[in-house]
């Protein structure tokens, strides 16, 4: 499957089905030690909420990184994903004793689970390709109504402004030849769905989420990946530190790859 044949893919389902026939979601998040920041951070927020107990539901599971280090805590975990590829992938690392409730479906329809069923819910693939705002709603209100009211649900959005420079290190004609729209510096949508941070703040109010944190998930992990992946465990450990110390603040939220929005 190459770009051009995923373009002339008209259904969105089978569209972003086949994007993962290209992406390999497994190696995103744990080739190196850049590659980990976004999970790693991901993971060191979510806990601060985590109460024993709590049933978690991850819509766009992906290959399973987050539903099986939770269910591995000791967490009841319903994982959802689309890609077959991310299926198959998330099937296999899964034991006897992983406590993952693990189907098929569209972050679209969560008729499956019962109004108010989960502590927590995970909308971190979704919204990486969801391109009309129609459906970026309703996948926000599905996520709301299988939520209870004292939960939480966290967004994961790719940010729009910083795929510049990760996207210049590759290609030094980037600013000449890239995919976007050369006057207002909007990407593109395709493959993937970017958002800049006051397009993530809109959508959520839009969708009457109550947002409590905003955050930078990986900052400048791809532009650095190589200097980063070299460094002794000692040292990532208190890069890690510097990272969760700047994360949160606003000069830095649209610097980063990914932005995760945590919300009630």
Same mark, same amino acid.
């Given at each position: 499957m190459t770009f051009e044949e995923l373009k002339k893919i008209e259904n969105e389902s089978e569209r972003v089905n086949r994007t993962y026939d290209i992406f390999n979601e497994d190696k995103r998040l744990n080739r190196g030690k850049a590659s980990t920041m976004e999970f790693l951070t991901t993971v060191h927020y979510i806990e601060?909420?985590?109460?024993?107990?709590?049933?978690?539901?991850?819509?766009?599971?992906?290959?399973?990184?987050?539903? #099986?280090? /939770? *269910?591995?805590?000791?967490?009841?975990?319903?994982?959802?994903?689309?890609?077959?590829?991310?299926?198959?992938?998330?099937?296999?690392?899964?034991?006897?004793?992983?406590?993952?409730?693990?189907v098929q479906g569209n972050a679209l329809d969560l008729s499956r689970y019962a109004d108010e069923s989960f502590d927590k819910v995970f909308l971190f693939g979704p919204l990486y390709h969801l391109e009309k705002r129609a459906d970026q709603l309703r996948a926000i209100e599905e996520a709301k109504r299988v939520c209870?009211?004292?939960?939480? #649900?966290? /967004? *994961?959005?790719?940010?729009?402004?910083?795929i510049f420079l990760t996207e210049f290190t590759y290609n030094q004609n980037y600013f000449a030849s890239g995919d976007y729209d050369k006057e207002t510096f909007r990407l593109h949508d395709f493959p993937f769905v970017f958002h800049t941070v006051d397009a993530c703040r809109e959508l959520l109010k839009a969708a009457d989420i109550s947002v409590e944190r905003e955050i930078a998930a990986d900052t400048v992990a791809e532009l650095l990946e190589q200097k980063i992946d070299a460094l002794s465990d000692e040292d990532f450990a208190q890069f890690m530190r510097y990272h969760l110390y700047i994360c949160e603040k606003k000069e830095f939220l649209g610097m980063t790859n990914h932005l995760l929005f945590i919300g009630r």
């Open positions: 601060k909420y985590l109460k024993p107990g709590d049933k978690i539901l991850d819509v766009g599971a992906g290959a399973g990184q987050y539903s #099986i280090y /939770f *269910a591995r805590k000791g967490y009841c975990v319903s994982a959802l994903e689309l890609a077959d590829s991310n299926i198959k992938v998330f099937r296999a690392k899964l034991t006897p004793e992983d406590d993952i409730d693990l209870k009211k004292d939960g939480k #649900i966290f /967004f *994961a959005f790719i940010s729009n402004d910083m």
